[in-house]
């Protein structure tokens, strides 16, 4: 590799794959979003390959350096200053012009971009590596509105295909769906299961989690190796296969009994969602 080794860096793609190894074929262990920050840690050989750590949640993997634009700690804190806008669908385009021209990016719940103040439906759009565009007004919202209601949220995700790794609404795991639901909340947690137990906050009583706490599951002697986020009166939403709503009640047609045999612990955030359970909605 010639030249010096970038300090950080800003992810310009939809989402960009974070790899074990420095190789397409490797085992995807997460993906970054359009607007996360990173600090490049070292190259491979080639310089083809940089291994970040995601500003976010300090997780590490390997990335192609095609996806994000070099920067300094400096410009990398201006990015984040700047990019007020978070995407709230699960998918949007930014387009050339208002809803027509050429197509400049996809974009992803939870990617985050330069948006201008909403006008005759649209928002002017700038991306990490300059390239600006329109996007839908209601696609996008400003990061001092308040986030969506957490139960809406889950019902649009219902469905979404498990994905080892995945943290697009194309594909999700069990700690990225988590992860991502209360990250648009205002609450940040780690990336895996094991470090978001780690997190969180063992609860006051035992019984029953409440709304917006997390259920951790694992074999006896093991490491925690799936997550669950309680919506109320025993149910909680996972992906485990889909994105779907379980039950810890054992009579329920909801309850896995297989995954409720595995039930390891229920702790708390250490900032509590907003929202109303769903048992309340659905009533």
Same mark, same amino acid.
């Given at each position: ?24 074929? =490797?085992?995807?262990? =997460? $993906? ?6 990173? !600090?490049?840690?070292?190259? =491979? ?12 949640? +300090?997780? $590490? ?19 984040? #200053?700047?990019? !007020?806008?978070?995407?709230?669908? +699960? ?60 139960? #809406?949220?889950? !019902? ?18 069990? =700690?990225?769906?988590? *992860?991502?639901?209360?990250?648009? *909340? ?9 470090? $978001? ?6 609860? +006051? ?32 939403? %996972? ?11 054992? %009579? ?9 045999? *595995? ?17 309340? *909605?659905?009533?």
């Amino acid at each position: 590799m010639t030249g010096a080794v970038p300090q950080c860096g800003v992810v310009s793609l939809a989402a960009l794959d974070l790899r074990r190894k420095p190789a397409h074929t =490797s085992e995807m262990k =997460s $993906q970054l979003l359009l607007g996360e920050t990173v !600090r490049v840690l070292r190259t =491979s050989r080639d310089g083809l390959w940089w291994w970040v750590r995601n500003d976010l949640d +300090a997780y $590490q993997g390997w990335i192609r350096n095609w996806g994000v634009v070099p920067c300094n700690a400096a410009r990398a804190r201006r990015w984040r #200053e700047r990019a !007020r806008g978070r995407v709230v669908c +699960a998918y949007a385009e930014v387009r050339a012009g208002r809803g027509s021209g050429a197509l400049v990016s996809p974009v992803f719940w939870n990617g985050r971009l330069i948006a201008g103040p909403a006008r005759a439906g649209y928002r002017s759009a700038e991306l990490p590596d300059g390239r600006r565009g329109w996007i839908a007004a209601g696609a996008v919202r400003a990061a001092s509105t308040r986030a969506p209601d957490l139960v #809406e949220r889950i !019902r649009s995700l219902l469905g979404v295909p498990y994905l080892w790794g995945g943290r697009t609404p194309l594909g999700l795991d069990c =700690s990225a769906l988590v *992860q991502l639901l209360l990250l648009e *909340q205002g609450t940040v947690l780690p990336r895996d299961a094991h470090d $978001q137990y780690r997190a969180s906050v063992p609860l +006051a009583r035992s019984g029953t989690a409440d709304f917006g706490d997390l259920l951790f599951f694992g074999s006896p002697r093991g490491r925690l190796a799936h997550v669950g986020l309680a919506i109320g009166d025993g149910y909680f939403v %996972h992906a485990r296969g889909r994105v779907m709503i379980g039950s810890i009640e054992p %009579h329920n047609p909801l309850c896995d009994i297989e995954l409720l045999d *595995q039930l390891r612990a229920c702790r708390r955030p250490r900032t509590t969602p907003r929202g109303s359970p769903w048992f309340v *909605q659905n009533a």
